[in-house]
């Protein structure tokens, strides 16, 4: 089944603790996207990658890293949590970059609590 | 920079009446316009999208939007609401000239049919 997977789906942290959060997908995509959705504000976009090894903010990215390595693979990294990144998380991925008017298929969510 | 605008954070409809959830825009050069649906706990998922050609877009589930450049509108509709539409609902808009990065969100209506 051609699906985008995040883990963990539930995560509650304490400020500073670094944290990880997965993201794979299956369909050979070149584009992948991580999003944070908060009340009212909708998605914004945190980083993207248009292929292995190139990555770029988005319109959020303080506080966040992100890497490349493979092309199925798009980790999130918050080195040291702060409380106001306590937000869902989506991981995105589609053929090639947005602005072609690619679909978008995401993951099913992160949820974190960072306290 | 491009923007979408989802006029109405709450819509209500009765199952069986028709029910619109409306989408402005401002982009530079043609948009690619989606509508995105997020079930409770769930991610995104594609629901339909313009890109160029017939100004009337069907997708899945019975909805349909129409894309209107003098308006630059793109509302969602769907002639006779289920209960199973209830779900938050999302815009969104790109464009050719668009960065790579530049998908663009609006804030999401929740939409919720009554029975």
């Known amino acids: 089944e051609a699906q985008v997977t995040q883990n963990p789906r539930y995560l509650i942290t304490v400020t500073g603790k670094k944290l990880t959060v997965t993201c794979s997908q299956n369909?050979?995509?070149?584009?992948m996207s991580w999003y944070r959705q908060d009340p009212g504000l909708g998605l914004r976009q945190i980083y993207y990658?248009?292929?292995?090894?190139?990555?770029d903010k988005g319109d959020v990215p303080e506080g966040y890293k992100v890497s490349r390595k493979e092309k199925r693979n798009f980790p999130l990294i918050l080195e040291s949590p702060s409380p106001n990144q306590t937000s869902l998380y989506f991981c995105?991925?589609?053929?090639?970059?947005?602005?072609?008017?690619?679909?978008?298929?995401f993951g099913p969510g992160t949820r974190l609590l960072v306290l | 920079a491009q923007s979408v605008a989802q006029p109405e954070d709450q819509v209500n409809v009765a199952e069986g009446n028709p029910l619109t959830v409306k989408c402005t825009y401002s982009?530079?050069?043609?948009?690619?316009l989606f509508w995105y649906v997020q079930y409770p706990n769930r991610g995104l998922q594609f629901l339909l999208k313009?890109?160029?050609?017939?100004?009337l877009v069907k997708g899945s589930y019975g909805f349909e939007a129409e894309f209107n450049k003098s308006q630059t509108s793109f509302h969602l509709k769907k002639p006779s609401a289920l209960v199973s539409d209830s779900a938050l609902y999302f815009c969104?808009?790109?464009?050719?000239?668009?960065?790579?990065?530049?998908?663009?969100f609006g804030s999401g209506t929740q939409l919720t049919v009554l029975p």
């Open positions: 969104a808009v790109s464009s050719a000239r668009g960065s790579a990065r530049q998908l663009t």
């Open positions: 313009y890109i160029t050609g017939d100004n």
């Open positions: 982009v530079s050069g043609n948009p690619y």
């Open positions: 995105a991925s589609s053929l090639s970059r947005q602005g072609a008017g690619e679909t978008q298929y």
């Open positions: 990658s248009m292929n292995v090894e190139v990555t």
């Open positions: 369909m050979n995509h070149e584009y």
